[in-house]
Each structure stands twice: as structure tokens, then as C-alpha cells.
């Protein structure tokens, strides 16, 4: 029984024994569990941490972006509306500056071209200024006559441009001779010699004598007319008589030439129409076409010349021809009539 009973003690010990191993096996497994899960826990707390972080930092960069990009974008559109308001503003300015320029180079071209044309008839002007002054200081200050004839020439000058003076005068020196009585008796004695005058060349006038001398005089007036015209008009002997026959039948106070003349000049009308019926280059046609074809250019023959080349003052070109001529070599841009350098062109609007 003793040993049955150690034995039964033997069997509850390793039970016993076994019972602890499975509670120290269960206890590490649950012990390892419960470390494992809490490992896990503060992982997934860690990772949703840092998702937090990350979401957060990634909001906090987009709304910097955010605001970033509408300060570039209110930037931009500030600077777009600057540029489009200088545009408008100094547009204008700068079209209008660009014109004011072609203005002034225009008109400076045009003045120098009209300088170098005209300082030709200036110099010349000039040159006979100076030696009319000179020739006048030369007449009228150097000698006595010159000074008195100066004087004259201002006298008359005076009363031409200042005729009021003139009567003035007029009556100044008429009112002094009225206040003498001397002036009164001489009045008188031209007014009787006057009409004395009158009278006796009246009574010549009337004179039969008179009358004949006025009829002789106007019968060899119409005789030498009369011989001339015959002399240039040989073919016409007979229109002759006749008009030497009707002048003499004239009256003694008419022209005696009247007739004569009307006949020389319509004589003169036909021989200058036979003249222009028989020379056909006086024909209007054709002096128009050569009128016509000398406006034409000398190069292409086929513009109107409209160019005036300076200094040398030749219209022989038109614009496209100008224009031809100016893009060769400066020494290559010579007049085609007198071969004289274009320092200068001139537009000319016939």
C-alpha cells in the first residue's frame, strides 16, 4: 500500500508538475500576447502620429501655396494691367513723337533743297544790292549833283506818297502871294494875255489859210501810205486805188489811216493762215504731242518728270527712275543730261 500510495504521490506530483508548466506556458503566452498587442498599439498610435503630422504639414503647405500663388498671380495680373496702361498712355506719345520726327527730317530735307535752289538768285540778289548801293553812294554823296539831285528825288517822293503836303504847301504859298499886292496885278495881266491867246488862235484856226495847210498836210499823209502800200502789196493794184481814192474822199478832221490799217492787218490774218495752212509743223496737234512727249522722262520714256535734281537744276527723272538711280554708288549717281553729281532731290508736282 506504501508504494501504491507513493506512487499515487508521484502520479499527483507530476501532474502537479504538469499543471505548473501549462499555467507557466499559458502565463508566458498570455504574458507575450499582451506585450506583442501593446507594441502594436503604441505602433498604430505612432503611425496615426505621424499621419496626423504628415497631414497637417502637408495642409500647412498648401495653404502657403495657396497664398503664394495668388500673390504671384495678383503680381502678374498688376504688372499685365501696367504694361497695357503704358502701352495706351505712351503709345500714342511715341506714334505722335515718331511723326514729329518724319515731320522734321521732311522739312529740313525739303528747306535744305529749297536753300541750295535759291542761294544762287540770293547771292545774286545780294551782290546787285551791294553794287546799286554803292553805285547809289557813288551818285549821290561823293558830288554836289548827285546830293541836289538826291534831294529832288525826295522832294518828289514826299509829294507822290503824301499829297496832302502838297496842297498844303500849295496853300501856304498861294495865302503869301494873296497878301501881295503886286500878285493881284499880275494875275490879271496873264488872265487878259491868256484870252488874248485864245482868241488869236481861234481866229488861225478858222483861217482859210489854215484849213488849206491841214488839207495839204493830210493829202501827202495819204500819199505816202498810199505809195508804201503799194510798194508792199504789188499784187493788189487795184485795192490800192480804191482805198487811196476813198481817203481822199474822207472828211479833213478823220484818221486818214483808219482804212489802211484795217486792210494791212487783215492782210497780215490771211498771209499768217496760208503760212499755217501750208507749214504743218505749226499744226496745234502736233506741237501738243511734242509739248506732251518733252514732259516725258529722259530714262524710261514713259513717266511724267517730277524730280528736280539739285544743284544742278535739271526736271529729267521720274520717281521710280529717282529712285533707281539713287540706290547706285554715290559716285555712280550722276544727271544723265550734264553728268554733275545728286547731292540733292526735289519733288516737283506739275
Request: net charge positive; charged share 15%; glycine share 8%.
Amino acid at each position: 500500500g506504501l508504494l501504491r500510495g507513493c506512487c499515487c504521490v508521484l502520479e499527483g506530483l507530476k501532474v502537479a508538475g504538469h499543471l505548473l508548466s501549462h499555467l507557466a506556458l499559458r502565463g508566458r503566452e498570455l504574458l507575450q500576447r499582451g506585450l506583442c498587442g501593446l507594441l502594436g498599439c503604441g505602433q498604430a498610435l505612432a503611425r496615426q502620429l505621424c499621419e496626423g503630422l504628415a497631414i497637417g504639414t502637408s495642409l500647412l503647405a498648401y495653404l502657403v501655396n495657396s497664398l503664394v500663388n495668388v500673390c504671384l498671380i495678383g503680381a502678374q495680373n498688376l504688372f499685365t494691367l501696367l504694361a497695357a496702361l503704358w502701352d495706351s498712355v505712351a503709345g500714342p506719345f511715341l506714334r505722335a513723337t515718331d511723326l514729329l520726327a518724319a515731320f522734321l527730317a521732311h522739312v529740313s530735307s525739303g528747306a535744305i533743297a529749297v536753300s541750295i535752289l535759291l542761294w544762287s538768285p540770293c547771292q545774286l540778289a545780294f551782290e546787285l544790292l551791294a553794287s546799286v548801293a554803292e553805285l547809289f553812294i557813288s551818285v549821290f554823296f561823293v558830288n554836289i549833283y548827285g546830293l541836289g539831285l538826291l534831294l529832288l528825288i525826295i522832294v518828289v517822293s514826299a509829294f507822290v506818297f503824301n499829297p496832302g503836303l502838297l496842297w498844303t504847301l500849295t496853300g501856304y504859298v498861294l495865302g503869301y502871294f494873296n497878301t501881295l499886292p503886286s500878285y493881284h496885278r499880275l494875275q490879271r495881266d496873264v488872265w487878259r494875255l491868256y484870252q488874248v491867246a485864245v482868241l488869236t488862235l481861234g481866229m488861225a484856226m478858222t483861217s482859210q489859210a489854215w484849213r488849206r495847210v491841214v488839207d495839204w498836210s493830210l493829202q501827202v499823209t495819204n500819199w505816202s501810205q498810199g505809195g508804201r502800200t503799194v510798194n508792199r502789196e504789188s499784187m493788189r493794184p487795184a485795192l490800192s486805188r480804191s482805198a487811196m481814192a476813198g481817203q481822199r474822199l474822207q472828211p479833213p478832221r478823220e484818221e486818214p489811216s483808219t482804212s489802211w490799217g484795217k486792210a494791212l492787218r487783215r492782210e497780215q490774218l490771211n498771209a499768217a493762215a496760208g503760212d499755217g495752212e501750208g507749214a504743218p509743223d505749226n499744226d496745234p496737234w502736233v506741237l501738243l504731242k511734242e509739248q506732251e512727249e518733252r514732259k516725258k522722262c529722259v530714262i524710261c520714256q514713259d513717266q511724267t518728270k517730277t524730280v528736280l535734281l539739285l544743284p544742278c537744276r535739271h526736271l529729267c527723272l521720274c520717281q521710280e527712275c529717282t529712285e533707281v538711280l539713287l540706290q547706285q554708288a554715290i559716285y555712280q549717281r550722276n544727271c544723265p543730261l550734264c553728268r554733275q553729281m545728286i547731292l540733292q532731290t526735289l519733288n516737283v508736282y506739275l
